[in-house]
């Protein structure tokens, strides 16, 4: 997760000839908040998780799923990249998906506990 936030950070004003993950203008935005929290010393986990949820979350319906907008997918393509051109063999992203899988459902129980009150309080 520290590297995919760190990724995200050194490449946000990247130009079109670098490479930069299809950031929306949100998470441009909470990236550029992250970032100057960061630059200030600051503990801001709320905007550190938001940024994180937009790229876990589903899609809203007016921009669907493609392999080309998924942060993550983008993200662990690029990591996963040797220098001759290919990619790591899929024995070797076993480990890595799995704290993805660590790090999403945290992701996603810190979402219901930060919105538990909308939901009665209760969190199953």
């Known amino acids: 997760m520290v590297d995919l ?7 946000l004003d990247n130009s079109e000839e670098e490479y930069r993950l299809p950031l929306d203008d949100t998470q441009v935005e909470l990236a550029r908040k992250l970032f100057e929290a960061l630059v200030q010393k600051e ?41 001759d ?5 899929a024995g070797d992203l076993t480990a890595e998906l799995s704290r993805w899988e660590y790090n999403m459902r945290g992701t996603g129980l810190y979402e219901a506990v930060t919105h538990a009150e909308e939901f009665g309080n209760v969190v199953t």
């Open 43 to 83: 503990k801001d986990i709320e905007t550190m998780h938001k940024l994180l949820y937009t790229f876990l979350a589903p899609p809203p319906d007016d921009k669907p799923f493609t392999k080309w907008n998924d942060i993550l997918l983008c993200f662990l393509a690029v990591i996963n990249l040797r220098e």
């Open 5 to 11: 936030l760190a990724f995200i950070l050194r490449t």
């Open 85 to 89: 051109g290919t990619f790591a063999p």
